[in-house]
């Protein structure tokens, strides 16, 4: 008998790890990023559910 409940737990961790290294990327090129760069990536972590939190005006990410 297959146990399906593995695979799909194995799918949802490697989807994880995937839109982790995702979200990982856009906050590296947010280091090098123009002021417009900057901005886009910003919406684009804001739609990926990233929990983004400003204090004393520095951003931080919770992901």
């Given at each position: ?29 947010l ?7 900057f ?25």
């Amino acid at each position: 008998m297959i146990d399906w409940t593995f695979g799909n737990r194995m799918q949802r961790q490697e989807r994880k790890a995937a839109c982790l290294m995702w979200k990982q990327r856009k906050i590296e090129e947010l280091m090098n990023a123009s002021t417009q760069q900057f901005f886009i990536i910003i919406l684009m972590l804001r739609q990926s559910d990233t929990r983004m939190l400003v204090e004393n005006g520095r951003l931080k990410l919770q992901l």
